[in-house]
């Protein structure tokens, strides 16, 4: 069966005081929004449709980023879930199968929870997602009839006594499209919010004589966020989520909780995780890695063997090559540090390459950027680059060449070469002794006076 997947996200989200549509503030580094569009990734959608209003030209640019393939439509003015989901109509016409309605400020819903809505369609033709609230507050309330869905009513339109139900609408569901679409086209805004509500499909397909029923998820799945505080806590949310998956798949995580992850972080199994590691969007961590406490990675990847940190940085394009070793107070920015290589302490590499068991010393920084261009620098296999060294790009250092202690390399280094640059030492003989003699006379000289 076809998928299509149409999520709600035009509403303003008033209670979370930015600038920012609500969709688009992160969890884990990433867009609400793209939570849920992975959540819905599970199905397989031939057709993902956003419904965006409040700041809908920031969400079709994070949408495109999210998904290219995925569509934005308009919802100039917020007039009900129903119209809202009755936007994404003419986007949808012609297409046969289901449509799956997520909210996108929704981020926690479980794959396997859409999985079992599907399966519920087999027995009927629209399916509601609900839960046992703790606290049903201004929750939809699902009325049931068995396992039958009678109708879902408002917190606003509830009587005393549909008040008292605790099982409650999450918002998602489940409809073969055409069928939805002529529901929606019969809901009026005749109710409390003058809004039309989606949540009306589900009498009027019982007036039509069509199966509805409700799929129970656990509450945490439908976890909405209206405040930053819920933005805070479904961080934290998220993160235990996070680490307990990699912990599952074999990672080692020495102190959990101190371990910043994002939703795109990818490690490999028996890689070694040291305490208070970010990992910032677009890391990959192949097995056996180590990445030592306090380090700092965004937009890199890592290979097998390597061992990056104490106190490292990784910047976006930084690509470590199996057994390399970045070591603390180094900075790799849009780098390939090529097998074996070594970046051990207080450097800064950046725009560059470097080959294979090269050994960059201590302090070498790249001199990458003239005040207006960026420039590369490219170092050879099993070269030796030694601390100190300036490499003002762009420049070469070929294989096996080697820099002396200090040098400022300004022109090419051939294979195999020393470049030395830097004043030649001179040892002036008992000078030292002298000037001493002199500057002791001045002070006693001072302090007389
Ligand atoms: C809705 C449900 C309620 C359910 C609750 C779960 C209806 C009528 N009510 O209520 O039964 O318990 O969600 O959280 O459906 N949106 C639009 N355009 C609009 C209106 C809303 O895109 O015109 C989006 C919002 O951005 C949000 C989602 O739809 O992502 C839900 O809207 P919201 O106003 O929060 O619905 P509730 O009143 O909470
Ligand atoms: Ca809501």
Redesign the pocket.
Known sequence: MSIALVI????K?TRMNSDLP??LHPIGQAPMLAHAMQAGAVLEPDRTIV?A?HGAEAVTRAVAEIDETAQVVL?TE???????VDQARDALAGFEGDVVVL????PFLQPQTLERMIDARQKAALVILGFEAADPA???RLVMDGDRLER?V?FKDASEEELKISF????LMACDAETLFDLIAKVGNDNASE?Y???DVVELARNSGLAVTAVACDEAE?L?INSRVDLARADVVFQDRARAELLELGVTLMAPETVYLSLDTIIGRDTVIEPNVVFGPGVTVESGANIRAFSHLEGCHVSRGAVVGPYARLRPGTELAENTRIGNFVEIKNAEIAEGAKVNHLSYVGDASVGTETNIGAGTITCNYDGVMKHRTEIGARAFIGSNTCLVAPVKVGNEAMTATGTVVTKDVEDGALAVARARQDNKQGYARKLFSILRAKKQKQNRG
Do not use: M, P, W
């Not at 917020?78 to 809202?84: E, I, K, M, V």
């Not at 909210?103 to 929704?106: I, S």
């Not at 409650?168 to 918002?171: A, D, L, R, V, W």
């Open positions: 709600l996200a035009a509403g989200g609500k969709v419904v209003g919802q917020q007039l009900g879930t129903a119209h809202a909210y996108g400020d929704t201004r929750y939809g879902i408002e409650c609408n999450s918002g809004e509500y989606l949540t439908t909405g």
